[in-house]
């Protein structure tokens, strides 16, 4: 699995013959050796979650993966390569593959393997009660079984769960009482697939779970906090701050999500011009989400000033959108032990539209994904802010090893001046996570004009070397007194890529680079510039690209 090791795989052949030694039949899959169960050990919070790869309890980091394309014809081998290698370059070790989509092709299943991802599966069922007429019960038992058959070997199936949200539908959703339809369901999830199961892959069908979420099955809580899995959604779809996530200490959050509107690219790919309108016709076609642009406005009108422009509009929305998921994937990671899973919805979209993805229909990275590879690091630095004047800096380690790092603090201005410091040397446990540096901010951050001119800005370092950063402000950023930061860009051709170095004269939030006409994925995006001190980005050379190009292509914005 990611971050436990290597990917060892094996080329297995198994052969019938005859007395005689005359090859009958024959079979050759390709193997890994290792166990890797869900533990739900009792302790002082009720019953965990969680993936035990080879003894070792793993934190799940991932998103929910959905059909690549609504026309399933055009998924491609090559497509889903480049999602999965996205998916690890931004730290993820696990993916959970949604019941209300298709089961993916062999391909999808073979490179998890090869990357070490873990993969929950659905069996394909979702947000619906089912009718179990003898007819659908046997066309179920086929369709179950031949996909048990099909995948039970590969290393990366770590968990195979009954559906997508039935069993809380039936809690929570208002279905019309139907006796015989809430009995089809316990018939079908908890019994028919558990006994298929426990026939085709008996080791898995010993932690099969019947529903996500669920905390064991039964219609018995299947919200819970205490056991299981949950999906929050109460940010967003029922207009929660989105510091609510910190309210809640779910054993492994399996569903959340935030919208943002695509890169400008991917949205000329479906309008024109004077379709550039959030509340127009073409844009409310591709809006995935019932009232999903009241729900993007709303928000938007609490974190930012209102953008102008549709640019700035697409800006602002994947700003916010990155900022919701990782404040609760933070939140979550500080928990590390209570909580034990991450998949925020959804990591690709079927169609080039307005939804929750990190990664659009064509590939381009939103915020989202660049965040992402910043949470999910298998050692991060967060910030606990309740507190102003006490910030709490956690480091969380999901790596097997004790690591000796240090970390810093520095309050600054909104010209990036540095206002104070603070240091510390620690050993970071493996598999922990633990609060590090709790600096005294009482006599930066004493009044609300501090709050909107200050900021506190921290780092990790192993070795000499920073690898996990972040900001904090304390206001939002509308409410934050930015001072207009002049970028200064210096670009060096490195002949098969570009280095590109930052600097501003101010403090410069979430800088966005962006290439007119050209795609690429940047080593570094949506970061802060404090000032004077440099942030240097690669990227892979677009083909026949100069500099005097990229200068033309280069797109820089801030908040």
């Not at 699995?1 to 050759?28: A, F, H, I, W």
């Not at 991802?117 to 046997?138: G, K």
């Not at 102003?388 to 603090?409: A, G, I, M, Q």
């Not at 009482?442 to 900001?471: M, N, Q």
């Amino acid at each position: 699995m990611r971050g436990l090791g290597g990917q060892p795989l094996y080329t297995v052949t198994v052969e019938l013959r005859d007395k005689g030694g005359n090859v009958l039949n024959s079979c050759t899959k390709r193997i890994g050796l290792r166990t890797l169960v869900i533990s739900k050990d009792k302790d002082e919070w009720g019953e965990e979650f969680c993936f035990k790869c080879n003894g070792v309890k793993v934190f799940a980091m991932g998103a929910n993966y959905i059909p690549e394309d609504q026309i399933v014809t055009r998924m491609t081998k090559e497509k889903t390569v480049r999602l999965l290698e996205d998916c690890v370059e931004a730290n993820f070790n696990f993916i959970r593959v949604w019941g209300g989509g298709i089961y993916p092709p062999n391909w999808f299943y073979d490179k998890c393997d090869e990357l070490g991802l873990i993969v929950w599966q659905d069996f394909m069922f979702a947000c619906s009660a089912y009718r179990l007429t003898d007819e659908f019960r046997e066309s179920v038992e086929v369709e179950v079984s031949q996909n048990i058959i099909r995948l039970r070997h590969h290393p990366s199936l770590g968990l195979w769960c009954g559906n997508n949200e039935i069993e809380s539908a039936w809690v929570g959703w208002g279905l019309p009482e139907d006796e015989e339809c809430k009995r089809d369901y316990l018939t079908l999830f908890e019994d028919i697939i558990p006994r298929l199961l426990t026939k085709y892959d008996p080791v898995r069908a010993k932690f099969y779970h019947p529903s996500s979420p669920s905390s064991g099955g039964g219609f018995i809580d299947p919200s819970s906090n205490k056991a299981g899995d949950m999906h929050y959604w109460a940010v967003w779809h029922s207009f929660k701050p989105i510091e609510d996530f910190r309210k809640y200490y779910y054993r492994f959050c399996s569903e959340y999500g935030f919208e943002s509107i695509p890169d400008i690219k991917t949205v000329r790919t479906f309008a024109e011009e004077s379709d550039l309108d959030l509340c127009g016709n073409v844009m409310q076609t591709h809006q995935k989400c019932l009232l999903g642009n009241e729900k993007l406005m709303f928000y938007l009108a609490q974190m930012c000033n209102y953008p102008y422009d549709f640019e700035r509009l697409i800006y602002c929305t994947q700003l916010v959108q990155a900022d919701c998921i990782r404040s609760n994937v933070e939140h979550m990671r500080r928990a590390r032990g209570r909580c034990m899973g991450s998949a925020y919805w959804q990591v690709n979209d079927t169609n080039p539209v307005i939804s929750w993805s990190s990664i659009d229909y064509y590939g381009r990275w939103k915020a989202l994904h660049y965040a992402a590879r910043r949470f999910y690091a298998p050692i991060l630095l967060s910030c606990d802010d309740s507190d102003p004047k006490r910030p709490v800096l956690y480091v969380t380690n999901d790596t097997p090893n004790d690591e000796k790092l240090t970390v810093s603090c520095r309050v600054r201005n909104n010209k990036a001046a540095i206002l104070g410091e603070f240091a510390t040397e620690i050993t970071s446990q493996a598999l922990s996570a633990a609060p590090a540096l709790t600096p005294d901010l009482s006599g930066h951050f004493a009044t609300t004009a501090d709050k909107r001119t200050k900021y506190i800005e921290y780092t990790l370092i192993r070795s000499g070397e920073i690898i996990s950063r972040g900001t904090t402000m304390f206001v939002r950023p509308k409410e934050f007194t930015f001072s207009p930061a002049i970028i200064n860009v210096d670009i060096a051709d490195n002949g098969n890529s570009f280095t590109i170095t930052l600097t501003a004269d101010k403090f410069a939030k979430s800088v966005c680079l962006s290439l007119k006409d050209f795609d690429c994925v940047f080593a570094d995006n949506w970061f802060d510039i404090h000032g004077k001190e440099p942030v240097t980005v690669t990227f892979a050379k677009p083909d026949g690209m100069t500099v005097e190009m990229l200068k033309q292509q280069l797109e820089i914005q801030n908040y």
